[in-house]
């Protein structure tokens, strides 16, 4: 084999091994405390019809599956909360990563009335939620 054969062949494995460990790495790293996805129940005058209230059953685990998580888990007597999101270090994370903050942009903009002071309105088995981003601390 020649060498300029041999240095484009190992070059190319390089790239494939650095673009593979960027998929993968992000979500080892942690950094400050985790924010979680909270559904708690509301009262209020909302309405899926008029759109000042997500559709819950619209919203897919693939798509959406922190908030998916925090309305599986929360009863219309109690709050529900997903699973725990760590940002990493110096934003990088977040450009490889899904987060709940893709989710909550995403509905915003889908869903404009719905919007809520700290969240977004859904609707899930009878139930409003105001959807939010929380921080443990």
Do not use: C
């Not at 888990?73 to 990088?92: E, I």
């Amino acid at each position: 084999m020649r060498p300029v054969t041999r240095n484009t062949l190992v070059g190319i494995l390089v790239v494939v091994v650095l673009l593979l460990a960027l998929g993968a790495l992000p979500s080892y790293l942690k950094s400050g405390d985790p924010y979680y996805v909270t559904a708690t129940p509301t009262d209020g005058s909302y309405s899926v019809e008029n759109g000042t209230a997500v559709n819950g059953s619209v919203l897919t685990d693939l798509r959406y599956p922190y908030t998916a998580a925090a309305l599986d888990n929360a009863t219309a007597d109690s709050a529900g909360r997903s699973g725990p999101y760590w940002r990493g270090p110096v934003g990088l994370k977040g450009s490889f990563t899904h987060s709940p903050f893709d989710e909550r942009d995403a509905l915003v903009q889908q869903y404009d009335n719905a919007t809520a002071a700290d969240g977004v309105v859904v609707s899930h088995n009878g139930t409003f939620y105001r959807v939010g981003i929380t921080q443990s601390v």
